[in-house]
Protein backbone atom coordinates (compact mmCIF):
# COMPACT_ATOMS: atom_id res chain seq x y z
CA UNK A 1 0.00 0.00 0.00
CA UNK A 2 2.98 2.80 0.76
CA UNK A 3 3.66 2.40 -3.02
CA UNK A 4 0.24 2.42 -4.30
CA UNK A 5 0.16 5.37 -5.55
CA UNK A 6 3.34 5.00 -8.03
CA UNK A 7 2.80 1.43 -9.42
CA UNK A 8 -0.10 1.15 -12.34
CA UNK A 9 1.77 -0.91 -14.36
CA UNK A 10 2.40 -4.67 -13.58
CA UNK A 11 3.71 -8.03 -14.76
CA UNK A 12 2.65 -11.49 -14.00
CA UNK A 13 5.00 -14.34 -14.32
CA UNK A 14 5.64 -17.68 -11.65
CA UNK A 15 9.10 -19.15 -10.64
CA UNK A 16 9.55 -22.38 -8.86
CA UNK A 17 11.51 -22.69 -5.60
CA UNK A 18 13.11 -26.21 -4.53
CA UNK A 19 12.36 -27.49 -1.54
CA UNK A 20 14.23 -30.70 0.78
CA UNK A 21 12.27 -33.33 -0.23
CA UNK A 22 12.44 -35.63 -3.02
CA UNK A 23 10.28 -36.82 -5.63
CA UNK A 24 9.16 -40.77 -5.76
CA UNK A 25 11.89 -42.31 -8.28
CA UNK A 26 12.72 -46.02 -9.03
CA UNK A 27 16.47 -45.43 -8.41
CA UNK A 28 19.49 -46.87 -9.80
CA UNK A 29 17.71 -49.50 -11.91
CA UNK A 30 16.10 -47.33 -14.13
CA UNK A 31 19.02 -44.95 -14.47
CA UNK A 32 16.80 -42.37 -12.90
CA UNK A 33 18.22 -39.69 -10.48
CA UNK A 34 16.34 -38.34 -7.28
CA UNK A 35 14.78 -34.79 -8.08
CA UNK A 36 13.92 -32.07 -5.53
CA UNK A 37 10.36 -31.07 -4.95
CA UNK A 38 9.23 -28.07 -6.23
CA UNK A 39 6.56 -25.30 -5.02
CA UNK A 40 5.49 -22.56 -7.74
CA UNK A 41 5.24 -18.65 -7.16
CA UNK A 42 2.44 -17.09 -9.64
CA UNK A 43 3.04 -13.25 -8.93
CA UNK A 44 1.83 -9.87 -10.26
CA UNK A 45 5.00 -7.22 -9.56
CA UNK A 46 4.60 -3.65 -9.70
CA UNK A 47 7.09 -2.48 -13.01
CA UNK A 48 9.01 0.29 -11.78
CA UNK A 49 9.25 -0.69 -7.90
CA UNK A 50 8.88 -4.65 -8.25
CA UNK A 51 6.88 -4.74 -5.24
CA UNK A 52 5.04 -8.33 -4.87
CA UNK A 53 1.39 -6.99 -5.99
CA UNK A 54 -0.27 -10.21 -5.16
CA UNK A 55 0.99 -14.07 -5.27
CA UNK A 56 -0.78 -17.62 -5.22
CA UNK A 57 1.48 -20.56 -4.29
CA UNK A 58 1.27 -23.53 -5.87
CA UNK A 59 2.38 -27.04 -6.95
CA UNK A 60 5.34 -27.03 -9.65
CA UNK A 61 3.03 -28.23 -12.23
CA UNK A 62 -0.05 -26.55 -11.96
CA UNK A 63 -1.01 -24.61 -15.20
CA UNK A 64 0.10 -20.58 -14.72
CA UNK A 65 -3.22 -19.06 -17.33
CA UNK A 66 -5.98 -20.00 -14.43
CA UNK A 67 -3.75 -18.29 -11.91
CA UNK A 68 -3.71 -14.98 -13.82
CA UNK A 69 -7.54 -13.63 -13.22
CA UNK A 70 -7.39 -13.83 -9.15
CA UNK A 71 -3.54 -12.22 -9.62
CA UNK A 72 -5.33 -9.37 -11.13
CA UNK A 73 -8.40 -8.68 -8.83
CA UNK A 74 -6.72 -9.05 -5.63
CA UNK A 75 -4.13 -6.61 -7.41
CA UNK A 76 -6.74 -4.63 -8.34
CA UNK A 77 -8.06 -3.91 -4.43
CA UNK A 78 -4.71 -2.32 -3.43
CA UNK A 79 -3.72 -0.86 -6.70
CA UNK A 80 -4.74 1.15 -10.17
CA UNK A 81 -4.06 -0.71 -12.78
CA UNK A 82 -2.75 0.87 -16.22
CA UNK A 83 -1.27 -1.97 -18.16
CA UNK A 84 -0.19 -5.76 -16.89
CA UNK A 85 1.41 -7.40 -19.22
CA UNK A 86 2.41 -11.26 -19.11
CA UNK A 87 3.65 -14.41 -21.59
CA UNK A 88 2.04 -16.26 -23.77
CA UNK A 89 1.55 -18.53 -21.50
CA UNK A 90 -1.17 -16.51 -19.93
CA UNK A 91 -2.76 -15.75 -23.75
CA UNK A 92 -6.63 -15.90 -23.44
CA UNK A 93 -9.86 -13.86 -24.21
CA UNK A 94 -10.66 -14.28 -20.50
CA UNK A 95 -7.44 -12.90 -18.80
CA UNK A 96 -7.76 -9.60 -21.28
CA UNK A 97 -11.55 -8.65 -20.25
CA UNK A 98 -10.06 -9.49 -16.78
CA UNK A 99 -7.72 -6.72 -17.04
CA UNK A 100 -10.62 -4.84 -18.99
CA UNK A 101 -12.40 -5.28 -16.08
CA UNK A 102 -10.49 -3.16 -13.63
CA UNK A 103 -10.03 -0.38 -16.14
CA UNK A 104 -6.60 -1.74 -17.62
CA UNK A 105 -5.19 -3.18 -20.66
CA UNK A 106 -3.26 -6.29 -21.05
CA UNK A 107 -0.17 -6.50 -23.46
CA UNK A 108 -0.38 -10.43 -23.84
CA UNK A 109 1.59 -11.40 -27.34
CA UNK A 110 -0.90 -14.05 -29.22
CA UNK A 111 -0.10 -17.58 -30.39
CA UNK A 112 0.86 -18.61 -33.75
CA UNK A 113 -2.23 -20.01 -34.00
CA UNK A 114 -4.38 -17.41 -33.11
CA UNK A 115 -6.86 -15.49 -35.18
CA UNK A 116 -8.67 -12.43 -34.67
CA UNK A 117 -12.10 -14.27 -34.30
CA UNK A 118 -14.32 -12.80 -30.69
CA UNK A 119 -15.95 -15.25 -30.24
CA UNK A 120 -17.78 -13.29 -27.93
CA UNK A 121 -14.95 -11.07 -26.86
CA UNK A 122 -14.66 -8.00 -29.22
CA UNK A 123 -11.74 -7.06 -26.88
CA UNK A 124 -10.16 -10.07 -28.46
CA UNK A 125 -10.18 -9.08 -31.96
CA UNK A 126 -9.35 -5.40 -31.56
CA UNK A 127 -6.08 -6.34 -29.56
CA UNK A 128 -5.65 -9.16 -32.33
CA UNK A 129 -5.21 -6.57 -34.99
CA UNK A 130 -3.50 -3.78 -32.88
CA UNK A 131 -1.01 -6.68 -32.15
CA UNK A 132 -0.73 -7.10 -35.76
CA UNK A 133 -0.44 -3.84 -37.03
CA UNK A 134 1.51 -2.25 -34.60
CA UNK A 135 3.67 -5.22 -33.44
CA UNK A 136 7.12 -2.51 -32.09
CA UNK A 137 4.28 -0.24 -30.17
CA UNK A 138 2.54 -3.28 -28.72
CA UNK A 139 6.02 -4.98 -27.72
CA UNK A 140 6.91 -1.83 -26.28
CA UNK A 141 4.48 -2.50 -23.64
CA UNK A 142 5.33 -6.12 -23.46
CA UNK A 143 8.57 -5.18 -22.47
CA UNK A 144 7.91 -4.28 -18.79
CA UNK A 145 6.97 -7.86 -18.29
CA UNK A 146 11.01 -8.52 -18.23
CA UNK A 147 10.37 -6.44 -14.67
CA UNK A 148 8.61 -9.29 -12.91
CA UNK A 149 11.87 -11.74 -13.97
CA UNK A 150 13.91 -9.46 -12.21
CA UNK A 151 11.48 -9.23 -8.96
CA UNK A 152 11.65 -13.05 -8.88
CA UNK A 153 15.49 -12.68 -9.02
CA UNK A 154 15.67 -10.22 -6.58
CA UNK A 155 13.45 -12.64 -4.31
CA UNK A 156 15.74 -15.68 -4.69
CA UNK A 157 18.71 -13.82 -4.34
CA UNK A 158 18.29 -11.83 -1.18
CA UNK A 159 16.17 -14.64 0.53
CA UNK A 160 17.36 -17.94 -1.16
CA UNK A 161 15.35 -20.05 -3.47
CA UNK A 162 15.20 -23.02 -1.60
CA UNK A 163 12.36 -23.76 1.14
CA UNK A 164 13.80 -25.50 4.29
CA UNK A 165 10.44 -26.50 5.88
CA UNK A 166 9.06 -30.12 5.21
CA UNK A 167 5.58 -29.72 5.70
CA UNK A 168 3.75 -28.21 2.36
CA UNK A 169 1.65 -25.82 5.02
CA UNK A 170 4.98 -24.55 5.94
CA UNK A 171 6.49 -24.16 2.59
CA UNK A 172 3.76 -21.93 1.63
CA UNK A 173 4.50 -20.12 4.78
CA UNK A 174 8.11 -19.42 4.34
CA UNK A 175 7.86 -18.58 0.83
CA UNK A 176 5.48 -16.10 1.71
CA UNK A 177 7.40 -15.16 4.26
CA UNK A 178 10.22 -14.37 1.35
CA UNK A 179 7.60 -12.22 -0.36
CA UNK A 180 6.83 -10.14 2.57
CA UNK A 181 10.60 -9.60 3.23
CA UNK A 182 11.35 -8.45 -0.32
CA UNK A 183 8.04 -6.18 -0.15
CA UNK A 184 9.39 -4.54 3.03
CA UNK A 185 13.03 -4.13 1.60
CA UNK A 186 10.93 -2.12 -1.69
CA UNK A 187 8.90 0.03 0.92
CA UNK A 188 12.33 0.81 2.66
CA UNK A 189 14.04 1.40 -0.66
CA UNK A 190 11.10 3.57 -2.10
CA UNK A 191 10.97 5.68 1.20
CA UNK A 192 14.90 6.93 1.01
CA UNK A 193 14.38 7.16 -2.69
CA UNK A 194 12.10 10.02 -1.67
CA UNK A 195 13.65 11.52 1.39
CA UNK A 196 11.76 9.75 3.91
CA UNK A 197 13.76 7.90 6.78
CA UNK A 198 11.05 4.60 8.45
CA UNK A 199 10.76 6.05 11.75
CA UNK A 200 11.63 2.76 13.17
CA UNK A 201 15.30 3.50 12.13
CA UNK A 202 15.11 6.82 14.02
CA UNK A 203 14.66 4.74 17.28
CA UNK A 204 17.90 3.36 19.51
CA UNK A 205 18.23 0.77 21.71
CA UNK A 206 21.32 -1.31 23.21
CA UNK A 207 22.86 -3.21 20.48
CA UNK A 208 20.41 -2.24 17.65
CA UNK A 209 22.28 -0.35 14.22
Not at 11 to 27: E, I, L, M
Not at 83 to 104: F, H, I, K, P
Not at 128 to 147: A, G, I
Request: aromatic share 10%; glycine share 8%; with cysteine.
Amino acid sequence: MPVAGIEVDFAVDSTGFRTTQFNAYNGAKHGQKKEHQWVKAHLCAGVKTNVVAAVAITDAYSNDSPQFGPLIKKTAEGFTINEVSADLAYSSRMNLQTVASTGGKAYIPFKKNATGKARGSTLWGKMYHYFQLNRDEFMEHYHKRSNVEATNAAIKRKFGETLKSKNPTAQVNELLAKIIAHNLTVVIHEMYENGIQPEFLHEKSEGFT
